[in-house]
Each structure stands twice: as C-alpha cells, then as structure tokens.
C-alpha cells in the first residue's frame, strides 16, 4: 500500500542543523510533488515547501528560505528535509506529505519530531 | 499570502447532532478554467498526521464517510458533518492550494458535548 515513513526523533541545539527523511513506497515515486508541513506544539500547521521529485525543482515559504533544503534520492525513493540555524521555535513535528495534483495531500508520513533545546 | 481564517475556534456538539465548520479565504481560490476550487479540508485525530477528507471544496475522498460533505465557493466554505459520532473528535483544517505559499486555516476543535 502507498505510505511514507519518516526519520525517528530528533533533538538538536540551538544554531544546528537537523535533516528529515521521508522514504515513499507502494506507487511511482516520481509521479508525485511532495510538500513538507511543521506542526508546533498545539499550533496549527504550517506549509514549509514542496519539491518535484522528478527534476529535483523545489519551492520554499518565504520564512524558510535560506534555511531550508529539500531534496531527493530517486534510487531510494527517499526524500530529505534539512533545516540549518536551528532555534527553540523550530521545535515542532515535521511531516512529508504527497500531493496528487489538483487535490490535495492525499498521503502522509507519520511524522517526525525535532527537538531544539540547549 | 492567502489569508484562511476558520470559524469557530473550537466547538461542541451531542452525538448525532450537526458540526459546521466554516472557512474564509482573503482571495478567491476559484480556478476559473476549470471551474474548481483549489480548497481541502482535513482531519487531524490526536498524535495523528493529517487526513485529507475533501477537495475541490466539496469532493469527499475515498473512503470518507457520506455524514462529511463541504460546500462553498470562491472564498467561502463549510465542512459539515451531519451527525456527530464519537470518532469524529478532532481538529479540522482548511487549506488553499491555489497559490503559493500553500496555506491553513488556525483549525477548529471538535468534540462531544
């Protein structure tokens, strides 16, 4: 069946850098744009960016540029997050989502935990 | 950015009563080519990731129970579930995807009264 899993728990100090995977199976991992979403404690969800895993092409929220960068391993069908200069607001779970296009993130990750704390 | 502003924040009803939910967008998210909104509503249980449950507004996903539907247009919408079950507790999300960057509603808590 179609799922995502994701990389365990992280805990990271402040001005670290943490990386986020997110292996695919179950459909034609190329097929689908895949977006990242961060859910502070209690907070609501915050869109962070979406990459093509075909070309590699990515988009990013304007709050994350420069510190954000989403990649792919087309070989491993595995996507990657990774989140430099880390601060204590970063704290948050971090889910990989699928979008099928023109309806919305119709599969997600199980999600994963980052920890930022000195 | 879009704006998504849900209403209310939180909200409790009796079993087998009504829910609605309802979500503004600051801009349309009509595609006017095709006549469909780029809109969804999602479901987020405790501990859980999110959940799709509709697109284009009112399109239950597979799998979705008919007691969910949504309605609106343009920029206003309405996820109602027409009788309330226990399993239904939860947070729900709107969401455009019209244009980036991608953006969510502050959610809205259901539970049982």
């Known amino acids: 069946q179609v799922q995502l899993v994701q990389s365990g728990a992280e805990v990271k100090k402040p001005g670290a850098s943490v990386k986020v995977s997110c292996k695919a199976s179950g459909y034609t991992f190329t097929s689908y744009y895949m977006h990242w979403v961060r859910q502070a404690p209690g907070q609501g969800l915050e869109w962070m960016g979406i990459?093509?895993?075909?070309?590699?092409?990515?988009s990013y929220a304007q709050k994350f540029q420069g510190r954000v960068t989403m990649t792919r391993d087309t070989s491993t069908s595995t996507l990657y997050m990774e989140l430099s200069s880390l601060r204590s607001e970063d704290t948050a779970v971090y889910y990989c989502a699928r979008y099928r296009v023109y309806y919305g993130l119709d599969v997600w990750g199980q999600g994963t935990t980052v920890t930022v704390s000195s | 950015d879009i704006v998504m502003t849900q209403s209310p924040d939180s909200l409790a009803v009796s079993l087998g009563e009504r829910a609605t939910i309802n979500c503004k967008s600051s801009q349309s998210v009509l595609y006017t080519s095709t006549n469909k909104n780029f809109f969804a509503w999602y479901q987020q249980k405790p501990g859980q990731p999110p959940k799709l449950l509709i697109y284009w507004a009112s399109t239950r996903e597979s799998g979705v129970p008919d007691r969910f539907s949504g309605s609106g247009s343009g920029t206003d919408f309405t996820l109602t579930i027409s009788s309330l079950q226990a399993e239904d507790v939860a947070v729900y999300y709107c969401?455009?995807?019209?244009?980036?960057?991608?953006?969510f509603g502050q959610g809205t808590k259901v539970e049982i009264k």
């Open positions: 969401q455009q995807y019209y244009s980036s960057p991608w953006t």
């Open positions: 990459i093509n895993p075909s070309g590699g092409s990515t």
